[in-house]
Structure formats: structure tokens, C-alpha cells
């Protein structure tokens, strides 16, 4: 009897997520609560948000749920695992004391210190005085961070000390992101190159996934707002054999044997948001499930069945699994709705994602799409992730280029620099 798998989530990251387990021989059923169109083609769709605990629980009961995989850090952050564990069922995903890493930057802060892994020095505040009255005194540019989720928004650079105070008082006066706001973290501003490092861990072992990196900022050459990523390469190559050393020996180890100590063992995905600066990695931040858009090269290169890997993590015992990867590089190019971040229209038909995969090595991920009088339109900010494999990465690059010029829809955006600091590394290491 083959296996029945619940993925949760309906983004770009859940698409390839699907995509891949539906690869498995291990797999008999795939759902997906809510899922996407572009997801539909692999899973059954289940119209039960992520956010509605108790129904994703009576529906993986209801079925007989073998594994369930979730892809965003809400449901985590509430307990889901916690909810679901409780029935019997296996879950790849942290419980929610575990989730804290993402879930709250204090704790991730305080755990940090506590086991001497590297980042960046900090304070926290609960009184808007307090934090005005450190930051006033503190050298620019710093970062502010809400302490709760706050959908990648929590988070400000300030390079003016009318900024950062603008900030603060958004957060903790205000609370435009609610109780995420009660305290904030105010640390030193880090300087390098950013890389997501993420592994598969039982707790104790860790089985990483090839190095990769986002571009988190809307506009060509990292200007304009954060978003949610707009594309993604890998392997990334700033994160060299001895980088990769040090974040495993001086960051991962340390902080799970940290969580183990504490009494919270971290089972599942766990990311790191990694700023790289003269071959030292100090942690920005952790993730408990995987990146997105990190999730959609990372899968393309991933040549070992997934399934089994979800299974042992979710079952705390993960055997040194080798790990088969496509060497060839790949990349992610988002493209979104015109006006994201900010607001934007939807509804607008998509043509083109045939054309686009018919070139060969090109996978179109859904994420903000829907199915409107039998036509495919945009649906969201992010709505796809065309995904891109070739012989090397600027290969990979023209690819996943050619294919995102066969998209159309009204207003449609996307970064034109993907993958050109990779192109920087290289050019910069050839004799
Ligand atoms: P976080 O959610 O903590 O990763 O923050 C979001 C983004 O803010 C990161 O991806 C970085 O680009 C930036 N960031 C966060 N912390 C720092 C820091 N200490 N120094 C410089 N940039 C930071
Ligand atoms: N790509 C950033 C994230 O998944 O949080």
C-alpha cells in the first residue's frame, strides 16, 4: 500500500514540494489544503485554509494521513505538529515550542547568546521609552525587529534615526503587526552577502540541502521593499566548502544541541538566513520550513526521493542519507503582479506556460494563481516561479530568462538580475 501524504500551504514552495513527492514510487495519494491550480495537477485539493488547525487535523484523521508536510511557518508558530502528534500522525515540521525559532526573535536571540553561536549584538525592549532612548544613542544604520510573525514585513534597516524611531513606534505604539509587536530586538547592522543554508534534521543529525540564495528586494540590484523573494539560484557561491564547514560546526550543531538541552528538540527544515562576510557566517535569522523561493531550485536539483527524508525527520531518526544532487545549477524567477509588494489587480489571464515549458529544463510553479470561468489567471503577489536548469548558471540563467518571456499576463513584473551575483562570483574566480 502505498503512502497518503497531506502538504499544507498553496504557494510556490508547495508546488515543488508536491511536484517532487509525486515522483516518489513511495506515494499513493497526494492532497493539498488549499493548494493551487498549478498543484492540482499532482494532489487532490482540500478547501481548508492553513490557518484552520482543527479542520487539517479531522481531514488527516478523517484519511488516514500517512505524513504531513507543511509548508509555511503559521500553522507551525500554532501548533500544528503539536495538534496532529496528539492524534497518532506523523508530521515533518518543528512543534511549536521548536517553531519559537522563527515564531519569536527574542527567544531566537536569547538561545543565540546563550550557546555562543554568531550574530549580530542586540537588545530587547518591551517599552517604546526604552528602545527609543537605546536607539537614540546607538550608531546607524541599525535593525529593528517586531519580535512576533509578522508575514517577512517585522523587520527594518534604518539608516536615519527618524526612521528606526518611526519604526519602533509603528511597532510597539501602534502594533500595526498586532501582539508581534509587544517586544522588539534592536541589533547591530550586519554587513556581507546573505545566503539561505537549510537542512532536513531529526533533532541531533543533519542531512543540508545544497546551498542557495534569495533576492528578497522588489527591484533590480536589490533596491526597493522587501518582499517575499523574488527568485532564487542554486548552488549559491558565496557559500564556499569552508563556509559551509563553519556554519555547520559553529551555527547548526551548537544551536540543536542548544534546543535538545532546553528541552525542545528541533525536528523538520530548519533554514538559515546566513550573512556571509569574509568567509564568517553569522546567523540573521532562522526558518522553520523551507524557503520559498529557495524551495523550487532546491527540488529541481534534488535527485534522491524526498519522501523518505520527510519521513525520518518527522520520525526523529534520520540514517545518514546520501543525498543525490543534479550538479548542474538552477534558478527561480518570480514574476508577480504589477504593483507588488504594494496593491495590486487581479484576475488578469495567464498564456504562455506551455510555450515556456516546452523549451526543456523549465518547471513553471504556481503560487498566486486561480482558475476564473476556465481560464488561469493572477491570484496573488507572487504568482509564479519559473524554474530553470542547465550546464552551468549562466546557462540556467538565459533558460529560465527565454521561458519567463514566453509568460504573459497584464501587468505582469519580474527582477531581469536573478542570479547575477553568482555571475559576479564566478567572472571574479576565472584566472
Ligand atoms: P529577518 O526576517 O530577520 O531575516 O530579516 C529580514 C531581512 O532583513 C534579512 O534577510 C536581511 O536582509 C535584513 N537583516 C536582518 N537582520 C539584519 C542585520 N542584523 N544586519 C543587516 N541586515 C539584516
Ligand atoms: N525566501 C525567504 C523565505 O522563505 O523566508
Known sequence: ?????????????????????????????????????????????????????????????????????????????????????????????????????????????????????????????????????YVLTHRLPLVIKADGLAAGKGVAVAGTYEEAIAFLRDVMVDRVF??????????????????????????????????????????????????????????????????????????????????????????????????????????????????????QPLFMRLDSDLVPLLIQCAQGKLTDAEMKIDPRPTVCIVMSSGGYPGSYKKGFPITGIDEAERLGGVQVFHAGTAMKDGKLVNNGGRVLGVTAVDKDIRSAIGRGYRAVEAIHWEGAYFRTDIGKRALARISDRAP
Open 178 to 295: 498586532g501582539a508581534a509587536g509587544e517586544r522588539v530586538v534592536v541589533e547591530d547592522c550586519l554587513t556581507g552577502e546573505e545566503a539561505s543554508y537549510i537542512v532536513f534534521t531529526d533533532g541531533e543529525k543533519i542531512v543540508p540541502l545544497p546551498t542557495s540564495q534569495d533576492h528578497k528586494r522588489i527591484g533590480d540590484d536589490d533596491t526597493g521593499p522587501n518582499t517575499g523573494g523574488m527568485g532564487a539560484y542554486s548552488p549559491a557561491p558565496v557559500v564556499t566548502p569552508e563556509v559551509e564547514r563553519k556554519a555547520l560546526e559553529k551555527i547548526f550543531e551548537p544551536l540543536l544541541a542548544g534546543m535538545r538541552a532546553e528541552g525542545m528538540p528541533f525536528r523538520g527544515i530548519l533554514y538559515g538566513g546566513l550573512m556571509i562576510e569574509r568567509g564568517e557566517p553569522k546567523v540573521l535569522e532562522f526558518n522553520v520550513r523551507f524557503g520559498d523561493p529557495e524551495a
Open 1 to 133: 500500500m502505498g503512502l497518503k501524504i497531506l502538504v499544507v500551504g498553496g504557494g510556490g514552495r508547495e508546488h515543488a514540494l508536491v511536484w517532487k513527492i509525486a515522483k516518489s514510487p513511495l506515494v499513493e495519494k497526494i492532497y493539498a489544503a488549499p493548494g493551487n491550480p498549478g498543484i492540482a495537477g499532482n494532489a487532490e485539493l482540500v478547501h481548508v485554509s492553513v490557518d484552520d488547525l482543527p479542520r487539517l487535523r479531522d481531514f488527516a484523521v478523517s484519511k488516514r494521513i500517512d505524513l504531513t508536510v507543511v509548508g509555511p511557518e503559521a500553522p507551525l508558530a500554532a501548533g500544528l505538529t503539536d495538534l496532529l502528534a496528539r492524534e497518532g500522525l506523523l508530521v515533518c515540521g518543528p512543534s511549536k515550542a521548536a517553531a519559537q525559532l522563527e515564531g519569536s526573535k527574542v527567544f531566537t536571540k536569547n538561545i543565540l547568546a546563550k550557546y555562543g553561536i554568531p550574530t549580530a549584538d542586540f537588545r530587547v525592549f518591551d517599552e517604546f521609552d526604552d528602545a527609543q532612548q
